[in-house]
């Protein structure tokens, strides 16, 4: 059983990121679906869809990795990384062209084969950086 929920898991968080496929969302995310991560949460397939959503468009030649999971009764952890080459605008950030790599854990909870609710951390201030490094001026004390 944990085995086929670290699959699922794998599926659900690796084609939309590594295909563009956001149809995996419909058919593993539950109605009511909710994300926790960065002091916010999101609700439903189409909140799911929509975390998705800028790192398709700001990414090409994206790579999600599950470097590492535990899984335990209903819930999977999964460590990850994330790579891309920055070519579209992203949090504000116009495309740099450089390549980025971030990492982070989510711990997913499934019931009935459906992800019902997820905790996610990542290093957004680390990838934030790697992008603003390319676009932000240097000060007159650099």
Not at 116 to 139: C, F, I, K, S
Request: hydrophobic share 40%.
């Amino acid at each position: 059983m944990t085995t086929d929920l670290k699959a699922l898991i794998r599926r659900y968080w690796g084609e939309p990121f590594n295909t563009g496929n956001l149809a995996v969302v419909d058919e593993v995310v539950a109605a009511d679906y909710v994300w926790h991560g960065g002091g916010r949460e999101v609700r439903g397939p189409e909140g799911c869809k929509s975390l998705f959503a800028p790192f398709l468009t700001g990414f090409a030649e994206r790579q999600w990795t599950a470097d590492g999971q535990i899984a335990e009764g209903d819930q999977v952890a999964t460590r990850w990384t994330f790579t891309g080459t920055h070519v579209g605008p992203f949090r504000g950030i116009p495309p740099t062209g450089r390549r980025v790599t971030t990492t982070g854990i989510v711990v997913s909870r499934v019931v009935g084969g459906r992800v019902v609710e997820e905790w996610e951390w990542m290093d957004g201030a680390g990838l934030l950086r790697q992008l603003e490094t390319a676009t932000t001026p240097p000060t007159a004390a650099e």
